[in-house]
Every structure is written in structure tokens, then in C-alpha cells.
């Protein structure tokens, strides 16, 4: 008995198996920047930083597909199916690998769109308008005030117009009811700017992607491997199906 075919188609079937708790785990990652992204997109000017996660989503939506290719190929020893299961493998791969590098380029990238564009969304503020609301949810949920720190907002017109000295209540610190935005009390207000805060927090989440879309390539090429083994074998050598020898 070749113990390589039969660990190879072992593994291949396992690989193939596993191709449903990838597409859901794939899903996740792709659904999660994006929901990241759009969350914040008046603060990143490049639109295309949103592309590693169209890569991630359109491979999780083939993954049941191919995980049933997959089976099927491994347990009728089938050529013509291996060779089409090693095919769609390899353009995955290459996928995975353009959506890491890509992710890895826009990581760089966070910084330099984010100062570029923040300053002139903060300028827009009036209270009322959309970028308000932008503004608001930002401040309120990464607990921040301003693009480098909350003195920013005397520069800005909304505070001139305003006239009160004061800052936008989300930039209040969270649980004080009686905050007025007042800058004669920093203390009820959060003093870090936004800026850092929503650099860190984006690469953070395109870091965590990068894992996640090299760990899932990674098997992707063991699965490769396999198939090479089985389509690789002399035709007069046969298959030994998984059911027969040890497995019996």
C-alpha cells in the first residue's frame, strides 16, 4: 500500500471538508472590514481600500462548491475531478495571495488617507449635517475629541460660530450627565484626538485579515501538494481507496 497516496487523499478529504468552515470564517473577516470601512468611509479618501474585502467575500461564496468538488473528486478517484479541484484551488491561492498583499499595501496606506481627509470632515461640523453625524458617531465610539487632540475644534468654524467655548457633546466622556462640552472643565472630556485612534483601530483589523487570509493559503497550498500526489501517480498503480488496507 502507498502510504503517501493514502495520507494525501486523507488530507485532501479533510482539506475539502473543512472548505464550508473556511467559507463562513471567510465570510466573517470579508463582512467585517467591510462593515469597518463603511462605518468610517468619510475618513478614507482611497475607495479601493475596500478591494481585500470583495476578494475575501467572492472566494468564501465559491467555498461550498468547491468543498463538494472536492469530496466527490477524493472518493471516486476521479482524475478529471482532481485535476478540476487543483485547478480552482491554484486560482484561489493566487487570490488569497493578491488579497494579502493588497491588504498589506492599504495598511500602509490608513495613515496617509486618514490626516488627509479628517481635518476637512471635522471643518464641515455644524451639528446638523451628515459629516455631523459622522463626527458625532466617531468621537462617541473610540472615546476621542478632535483630529490630534480636542483643542483641534478651536480652529475650526462651528466653534467660532458658536461662540460658548465648548466642544461637541460626544466629546464628553461616556456616563457624566451633566457634561456641557465646556472647555473650562478638560477633565469631563476625552483630550485624545481621533486620528490615532482610527489609524490604529483600521490596521488593526486589516493586520487581523492578513492572518487570517495567510492561514487559509497556507492550507490551500498543502491541499495543492495532495492533489499533485494523487494526479501524479502512475496510472497503472491505481488508487487505494480510503476504505481499504488500515482504513478498513
Given amino acids: 500500500m502507498d502510504c503517501g497516496v493514502i495520507t494525501s487523499k486523507t488530507v ?11 467559507a463562513a470564517g471567510l465570510s466573517y473577516v470579508g463582512g467585517y472590514v467591510m462593515n469597518t470601512y463603511r462605518s468610517y ?7 479601493h481600500a475596500m478591494l481585500p474585502a470583495v476578494i475575501i467575500l467572492c472566494v ?11 469530496c466527490c473528486a477524493t472518493f471516486r478517484e476521479s482524475r478529471v475531478g482532481l485535476g478540476l479541484f487543483l485547478a480552482i484551488i491554484l486560482i484561489i491561492f493566487i487570490a488569497e495571495v493578491s488579497a494579502f498583499v493588497l491588504a498589506f499595501v492599504y495598511r500602509e496606506k490608513v495613515k ?3 490626516q ?8 464641515k461640523y455644524d451639528g446638523r449635517n451628515s459629516q455631523s453625524a459622522v463626527v458625532d458617531y466617531l468621537q462617541e465610539n473610540l472615546h476621542c475629541c478632535g483630529v490630534k487632540n480636542y483643542s483641534d475644534w478651536t480652529s475650526t468654524r462651528w466653534f467660532n460660530s458658536t461662540g460658548n467655548n465648548s466642544v461637541p457633546l460626544s466629546c464628553c466622556k461616556q456616563n457624566l450627565k451633566n457634561c456641557t462640552g465646556s472647555l473650562d472643565q ?13 489609524e490604529s483601530g483600521l490596521q488593526s483589523v486589516i493586520s ?13 497550498f498543502f491541499a495543492m501538494l495532495s ?10 498503480s491505481g488508487y487505494q481507496p480510503l476504505y481499504s488496507g488500515v482504513f478498513a
Fill in 12 to 22: 485532501l478529504l479533510l482539506l475539502s471538508l473543512a472548505f464550508w468552515a473556511a
Fill in 41 to 47: 468611509d468619510n475618513f478614507v479618501q482611497d475607495k
Fill in 60 to 70: 468564501a461564496a465559491v467555498m461550498f462548491i468547491i468543498g463538494l468538488l472536492g
Fill in 112 to 114: 496617509t488617507d486618514v
Fill in 116 to 123: 488627509g481627509t479628517m481635518r476637512s470632515v471635522f471643518e
Fill in 186 to 198: 478638560p477633565q469631563e472630556l476625552n483630550t485624545q484626538g481621533c486620528s490615532g485612534e482610527l
Fill in 208 to 220: 487581523y485579515a492578513m492572518l487570517v487570509i495567510l492561514g487559509f493559503a497556507i492550507v490551500k
Fill in 227 to 236: 492533489v499533485c500526489v494523487l494526479t501524479c501517480k502512475r496510472e497503472d
